[in-house]
């Protein structure tokens, strides 16, 4: 009897996806790519027309979260991102907070926007170029840069309340560093 292509394939199919998956690289090695280095530098318009430019905010702690509407890790994320955002006293600190939409209508945002009563600045990637600079692999990604302008914390995908945490803990020692 003749062996069916149909039952080769699928088995060779899942094998092959299990190496990738195996040998893939971790989201810690796309984490720590950029630790340690200078941010790339950003000039980007935000939802309301103001310029969000990054050299603009030396001495300040910055935190970048990339996003978009239509993911649902990154709309988990966003209340925790608007609440540190909207925080008076980490503000005093010298902390600003960017949620970079990646490469949506400013229509679409705006409504997301209100809809969620979400009120942190959002400049718009455009075209992509911003989230390449900053080698983003997946959204959401948060990004720390200390007052020195150098990035001091990069996590990828959303870590429910253990990711908040330790995003607040970075933002805390960044704060404090002079």
């Not at 094998?15 to 090695?29: F, G």
């Not at 979260?65 to 010298?94: M, Q, S, Y």
């Not at 075209?127 to 390449?132: H, N, P």
Request: aromatic share 6%; proline share 6%; hydrophobic share 45%.
């Amino acid at each position: 009897m003749p062996i069916s292509l149909k039952k080769i394939a699928l088995p060779a199919v899942l094998v092959a996806l299990m190496v990738l998956w195996i040998t893939r690289p971790s989201v810690a090695d796309d984490e720590s790519a950029l630790v340690g280095k200078p941010a790339p530098q950003i000039d980007l318009t935000t939802l309301t027309g103001e310029r969000a430019n990054l050299a603009e905010m030396k001495g300040k702690v910055v935190v970048l979260d990339f996003w978009a509407t239509w993911c649902p890790p990154c709309v988990k994320a966003l209340p925790h991102v608007n609440k540190i955002a909207n925080d008076a006293g980490l503000a005093e600190k010298g902390l600003v907070v960017w949620g970079v939409n990646a490469q949506e209508a400013e229509g679409k945002i705006k409504t997301f926007m209100q809809k969620n009563s979400f009120t942190f600045t959002v400049p718009i990637d455009e075209t992509g170029e911003t989230m390449k600079a900053f080698d983003v692999q997946g959204i959401p990604t948060q990004i720390v840069i200390g007052r020195d302008g150098v990035v001091k914390h990069v996590a990828v995908g959303y870590g429910g309340k253990e990711g908040d945490a330790k995003l607040d803990a970075v933002i805390d020692a960044a704060l404090a560093q002079k």
